[in-house]
T-cell receptor
Framework: NAGVTQTPKFQVLKTGQSMTLQCAQD?????MSWYRQDPGMGLRLIHY???????DQGEVPNGYNVSRSTTEDFPLRLLSAAPSQTSVYFC????????????FGPGTRLTVL | GQQLNQSPQSMFIQEGEDVSMNCTSS?????WLWYKQDPGEGPVLLIA?????ELTSNGRLTAQFGITRKDSFLNISASIPSDVGIYFC???????????FGSGTKLNVKP
């Protein structure tokens, strides 16, 4: 098992550009989520999904879109990048929303100029 | 939204010393989790707590779920250099699908 994989590992964007951060898991987990990590602020939940076709907002959803067309994949889209979105992004998955061990991917470090 | 207050923000200790950190929430949590993050990596789960008052150990690590359901602490005994990293508490409120993370405790261990 590869666990949770994320691509790319690093990305630099200009303000206004769009991009998609990829996340995939091969553990047949129902629950997937996206977090951003900023210095001194821990991890903040952006969006989450309790299963294919179902997504919902977390604490900081503005500026981000998600979709969950398959159990394995949960991409995060930035439609018009802003410098405030400079952060490290982590994708995580768990068996379901009540099974609490979340497995995290290695992260994507995004810089928006 | 939910707030988790984690303290201390950072610690500088000597190898062999014991360490204690804690987390408090503004509301009742159903689950408390403790994670460790190494530089350039994603967080890894250390201990999960599911019942108020529960005390759970994982090697040199011990964590407790507070009886008020609004706090938790993590102890590390006889610290070693590989304990260096950022430790996060996380909580899962009852009937929510969301997890909330504390701001982290950065641990430095001097050999």
């Amino acid at each position: 098992n590869a666990g949770v994989t994320q691509t790319p590992k690093f990305q630099v964007l200009k303000t206004g550009q769009s991009m998609t951060l990829q996340c995939a898991q091969d553990m047949n987990h129902e629950y997937m989520s996206w977090y951003r990590q900023d210095p001194g602020m821990g991890l903040r939940l952006i969006h989450y999904s309790v299963g294919a076709g179902i997504t919902d907002q977390g604490e900081v959803p503005n500026g981000y879109n998600v979709s969950r067309s398959t159990t394995e994949d949960f991409p995060l889209r930035l439609l018009s990048a802003a410098p405030s979105q400079t952060s490290v992004y982590f994708c995580a998955s768990s068996r379901d929303s009540s099974y609490n061990e979340q497995f995290f991917g290695p992260g994507t470090r995004l810089t928006v100029l | 939204g939910q707030q988790l207050n984690q303290s201390p923000q950072s610690m500088f200790i000597q190898e062999g010393e014991d360490v204690s950190m804690n987390c408090t929430s503004s509301s009742i949590f159903n689950t408390w989790l403790w994670y460790k993050q190494d530089p350039g990596e994603g967080p890894v789960l250390l201990i999960a707590l599911y019942k108020a008052g529960e005390l759970t150990s994982n090697g040199r690590l011990t964590a407790q779920f507070g009886i008020t359901r609004k706090d938790s602490f993590l102890n590390i005994s006889a610290s070693i250099p590989s304990d260096v990293g950022i430790y996060f508490c996380a909580g899962h409120p009852y009937n929510f699908n969301k997890f909330y993370f504390g701001s982290g405790t950065k641990l430095n261990v001097k050999p």
